[in-house]
């Protein structure tokens, strides 16, 4: 849209840390039977201390660098007070006063050149408890359970300032923050991301989503809230008040939950029971250095090494960090990478997203396709019948060899081709003299005709030649 309505957004997202155990005690993460990765510290019981998880608070300080954020001397945590069946404590444990990462920035590639969104915070906290509303929500079921595996699980939030000025600047940060928790290895694709989603059209109060589960329903929170206020603008009508709405995954619209509450309703006091974290710069150093290559690095080496374009290794990045490991698994075999590239980001992605299965979880191996663009490359297979097989690659994940000879596809010689073209060119004379005398179209129908009569199991640009030589 390309009217004057200026409009602001910025995102607090939350997700898990990637841990082996609970962030203050030895629990497991693992899902599991309700209520069985629990124990007296992450039950609450009176008497119990917590113990800080070293490998939670290395993952924040990893997450706060690539951030480019400033990390604290002094790591501490907090309790913010509040009653709910959720944390057996009465209160939950994160950082308030100073967190993990603070004023840091992200660059996101936005219209062929580069924005900067600036970060706010980055907090480390303790997931609560899971209600479950039987029979209904929280305004009508029966009764509610509660499920105390995931009190306790490590979480990270980041809160970005409101640099974002429309939802698909908003998706880009997204998918680049989580290429970033991907190759920190922090974070797993199948982990949840979380946000709050904060709107607000210049000259009018914002509205915060709350709560948001995943990728695809932050995009179309935003872009519902987004052209509600719009519209609500362009009739001079601005959101007077702040307020907190929620999502609805089945209308796929927002709702009033009520008007905002302030921070200091929480009641924040330090954590006497947690020791100070002294992150001095060789405690810091050490952990840099375990940090694994970041998505940006990352598209400069495709660029070196495969001779890829920002755009294309984006697109491989982005996606799912697993997919760039696969093309690189691939690309030790394949000569032509910016080919296995191509293949990668274009008709394997779409097969993948039609199937609605990630590269991992699909039954196509490196090996598999890197033969199958090693066939490409040399002519054995063209792009009309790669595209045939690709399908039934992802979907069987059958060796390409068994699968052609199965299908019976293969790239027909050039005696074939020859032969065929002949036959063609006799059956419609006509079109012959037309082309000998100047008409160019007439070179288009023959070649349709030629690729149909061999169905097409031949490079199209050979044919080409072949049919000019022969008219
Ligand atoms: P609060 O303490 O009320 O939660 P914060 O200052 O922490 O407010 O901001 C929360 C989120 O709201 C941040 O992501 C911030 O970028 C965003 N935000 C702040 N002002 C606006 C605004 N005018 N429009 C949209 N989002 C905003
Ligand atoms: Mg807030
Ligand atoms: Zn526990």
Redesign the pocket.
């Known amino acids: 849209m390309t009217d004057d309505i200026k409009c602001?957004?910025?995102?607090?997202i939350h997700t898990q840390m990637k841990t082996k155990s609970k962030i203050f005690c030895s629990c497991p993460v693992t899902e599991s039977e309700p209520n069985t990765n629990v124990c007296p510290i992450c039950l609450g019981y009176p008497g119990t201390k917590p113990m800080l998880n070293k490998k939670v608070l290395e993952n924040g300080v990893k997450i706060a660098k690539a951030l480019n954020c400033n990390i604290p001397q002094h790591v501490f945590f907090s309790r913010k007070s509040y009653f709910y069946p959720d944390m057996t404590k009465n209160f939950q444990i994160t950082q308030y006063e100073i967190p993990i990462g603070l004023n840091g920035n992200l660059s996101i590639p936005w219209e062929g050149k580069s924005i900067k969104i600036r970060i706010?915070r980055a907090h480390i906290e303790e997931d609560p408890g899971r209600l479950e509303h039987v029979g209904g929500d929280i305004t009508n079921s029966k009764y509610t359970l509660v499920d105390y595996n995931r009190a306790g699980i490590p979480l990270i939030e980041i809160?970005?300032?409101?640099d974002f000025t429309n939802p698909e600047q908003a998706g880009v940060f997204l998918k680049k923050l989580r290429a970033i928790l991907e190759h920190l290895d922090v974070y797993d694709s199948d982990m949840i991301m979380k946000a709050d989603a904060?709107?607000?059209i210049q000259g009018g109060a914002?509205v915060?989503v709350k709560n948001i589960t995943g990728f695809h329903n932050i995009m179309k929170a935003l872009e519902y809230e987004y052209n509600r206020q719009r519209i609500m603008a362009k009739q001079g009508n601005f959101v007077k008040l702040q307020e907190t709405r929620a999502y609805s995954e089945g209308s796929k619209t927002t709702k009033q939950l009520r008007l905002?509450e302030s921070?200091a309703d929480y009641g924040y006091i330090f954590e006497p029971d947690l020791s100070w974290q002294n992150m001095n710069t060789d405690r810091l150093s050490i952990i840099f250095k375990t940090m694994n290559e970041l998505p940006d690095e990352r598209i400069e080496r495709f660029r070196k090494e495969y001779n890829l374009t920002p755009e294309i290794s984006t697109v491989l990045i982005y996606t799912d960090k697993a997919l760039a490991d696969f093309f690189e698994t691939c690309a030790k075999k394949v000569k032509d990478k910016v080919l296995l590239a191509n293949w990668v980001t274009t008709h394997l992605l779409k097969c993948l997203n039609y199937n609605d299965v990630s590269i991992s979880k699909s039954k196509l191996s490196p090996e598999n396709f890197s033969k199958f663009v090693i066939m490409l490359e040399n002519g054995e297979l063209n792009e009309r019948l790669g595209k045939e097989l690709i399908k039934e690659l992802v979907s069987t994940g059958k060796d390409v060899k068994k699968l052609m000879s199965e299908k019976n596809i293969s790239v027909i010689s050039d005696a074939d081709i020859e032969s065929g073209i002949v036959e063609v060119l006799k059956k419609n004379e006509k079109a012959v003299v037309d082309y000998k005398a100047g008409k160019v179209e007439s070179f288009t129908f023959l070649l349709g005709e030629v690729l149909k009569k061999i169905k097409y199991q031949a490079d199209v640009q050979k044919v080409k030649n072949l049919l000019e030589k022969k008219l």
């Not at 809160?159 to 409101?162: A, K, N």
């Open positions: 602001i957004i910025g995102l607090e706010k809160v970005t300032e409101p904060n709107i607000s914002r915060e905002k921070e």
